[in-house]
């Protein structure tokens, strides 16, 4: 990634950068709101004024387009229109990632008559199939997540492999079976572990949250009747307290 520069200093590309810009925020729909605030002038003009900037570039620019399997039949046809544009963009290199068969289910809306496979293939002619990742990769991942935030909130750490070891081999790799699971769940323990992080045990603390995602009722469960799980003797207010913090 050396060769790959984050700026350039072209006098005029951001504004037509920023126009042009109106048909990719229109493609999310959380965005959508943002196109008022830049300009529309007609497609072929900003195409063509962004053409001519980017051709003053020497360098090669790659435009990274992730998830594309996650929006609807609608945004993707505007993302496949965009992508047919690129054509008159010779320095400018698209990367998108994707499930193929995903993509193909989704277009079946707007190309109900038409075999979408075969059209996914054609539209992208290189094609770069990832590995599946393996178990023990996600469970190395989950764990050194984990170790970060310990680390980064000064928590003890003692048999921390052996605590995931066994969260993972007792049903929890079969919940966190893919990475984006994985950094969703280490950023919501993160966050309340920044909070209550030495008041509680750890290892018992992922186990309960990952009840709470999978079994949310057992879960309640455990909130209602949790005197058959902890020693009422050690209860104190303020324990008392953060728990009822921690289930709203």
Known sequence: MAGVKSKF????????????????????????????????????TRIDALVNRIAKIRSGILVVLDDLDRVEAEELETVFKILR????????????AFDKKEVARVLRKTRPHQETAKFVEKFFPLEF??????????????????????QRYSLPNDDLTKNVEKIWERGGGQYLRNLRRIKLFLNRIGHSLHLIGDEVNVGDFIRLELIRDIKP???????????????????????????????H
């Open 9 to 44: 200093v072209i006098p005029g590309l951001s504004g037509d950068a920023a126009r042009y810009s109106r048909a990719l925020l229109s493609v999310i729909p959380w965005t959508e709101r943002l196109k008022d605030l830049v300009s529309e002038p007609s497609q072929e």
């Open 85 to 96: 544009g690129s054509d008159r963009l010779s320095n400018v290199t698209f990367l998108c």
């Open 129 to 150: 199939p990832l590995p599946e990742t393996s178990s023990d990769d996600l469970q190395l991942f989950f764990s050194r997540g984990v170790s970060r935030i310990l």
């Open 217 to 247: 009722d057992l879960y309640e469960q455990i909130y209602r009747e949790r005197g058959l799980f902890w020693d009422s003797d050690l209860r104190s207010e303020e324990h008392t307290s953060e728990l009822q913090s921690l289930r």
